[in-house]
């Protein structure tokens, strides 16, 4: 059973930064994209961030956190982080890691896997 553990939240001041992990268990091919969506109260779930796992290691990024936000992956703690940089008032969300056996997308329902969430606040 694949089932993401994020940890890592927190309040942070506008402009501080914050790293979100999670744990991804699970057998490999199960596992073939790791991203992270986000959701702000009252908004739609957004998508963040995708990291192919396989071995290409192609990694996509939305335009509202490129340059400021990193993935990276430890593949022998099967756990990958997100490195949140030059935060803002309008990164505050519940992030959920997710994971998929197909391939990388963008929208909610092209992955199969979801942790609980993680809150992020960031304060101005």
């Known amino acids: 059973q694949v089932q993401p553990v994020e940890s890592g939240g927190g309040s942070v001041q506008a402009g501080g930064s914050l790293r979100l992990s999670c744990l991804i268990p699970?057998?490999?091919?199960?596992?073939?994209?790791a991203g992270w969506f986000r959701q702000a109260p009252g908004k739609e779930r957004e998508w963040v961030v995708a990291m192919d796992l396989t071995s290409g290691g192609f990694i996509y990024y939305a335009d509202t956190v490129k340059g400021r936000f990193s993935i990276s992956q430890d593949s022998t703690k099967n756990m990958t982080y997100l490195q949140m940089n030059s935060l803002q008032p309008e990164d505050t969300a519940i992030y959920y890691c997710?994971?998929?056996?197909?391939?990388?997308?963008?929208?909610?329902?092209?992955?199969?896997?979801w942790g609980q969430g993680t809150q992020v606040t960031v304060s101005s």
């Open positions: 997710t994971a998929d056996y197909r391939g990388c997308g963008r929208a909610p329902d092209e992955y199969a896997y």
């Open positions: 699970g057998y490999t091919r199960d596992r073939n994209c």
